[in-house]
């Protein structure tokens, strides 16, 4: 079993920035998969960003150019570093984790953007 503490939420006004800490219980260079998601009010949970234990990195559209996902093996723990912050960033954002079938997931942190 592997747990996720998320971590570096907050409220923030529109242009400015935050990096989300996801810190696990085991090692991280482990996993094959970690992403961050979001979920909205309304809406469905969405992938953001990932990063594979080869380097790979994804981005969804939105978020291209303004956000970086990386990981520290050292500290077993993976951020999200956001810029440019828009009101539409506003979400729950949840760590998740993959160790071949099986799925992890933190309890989230709340962003908010907003003037």
């Known amino acids: 079993q592997v747990q996720l503490v998320e971590s570096g939420g907050g409220l923030v006004q529109p242009g400015g920035s935050l990096r989300l800490s996801c810190a696990a219980s085991?090692?991280?260079?482990?996993?094959?998969?970690m992403g961050w998601y979001r979920q909205a009010p309304g809406n469905q949970r969405e992938l953001v960003a990932s990063i594979t234990n080869s380097g790979t990195t994804y981005y969804t559209d939105a978020v291209k150019g303004r956000v970086t996902i990386f990981t520290d093996n050292a500290k077993n723990t993976v951020y999200l570093q956001m810029n440019i912050l828009k009101p539409e960033d506003t979400a729950v954002y949840y760590c998740?984790?993959?160790?071949?079938?099986?799925?992890?997931w933190g309890q989230g942190t709340q962003v908010t953007v907003s003037s």
């Open positions: 085991g090692s991280i260079s482990t996993m094959g998969f």
């Open positions: 998740h984790a993959a160790i071949d079938a099986l799925r992890f």
